[in-house]
């Protein structure tokens, strides 16, 4: 009888580490202006040309299952010189940093 006991598939699934580096630019559309605010120093100065319109930015990262891997990040922005119903479209571009560990695994 012939046993086959080589492995001819295997799968590991890793939760990535992901962190937000607190660097964001929104983008507000309206149909007379469009708007524009950082969250840095260095993004405001590239940006004084325009109106600044996030009055505040909340940055959230829950760790639901406490294995110091965050599952969700959530980001509020809270705008002030734009009516909301005059916003059209709304863009947000934001760092984060993604990394997987690699690690070695063998079979005994």
Do not use: C
Request: charged fraction near 15%; hydrophobic fraction near 40%.
């Amino acid at each position: 009888m012939l046993i086959d006991f080589w492995i001819l598939e295997t799968f590991h699934f890793e939760q990535p580490q992901v962190t937000h580096l607190n660097e964001m630019v929104v983008i507000v559309y309206t149909d007379e202006q469009t708007y524009y605010a950082g969250t840095t120093n260095e993004l405001t100065k590239l940006l004084s040309e325009s109106r600044n319109v996030a009055s505040s930015i909340n940055v959230q990262a829950e760790d639901y299952n406490n294995d110091g891997l965050s599952e969700e990040i959530s980001v509020n922005i809270g705008l002030s010189g734009v009516n909301p119903e005059d916003v059209k479209s709304v863009v947000v571009v934001q760092t984060l940093n993604y990394a997987i560990n690699v690690s070695s695994s063998s079979f005994h």
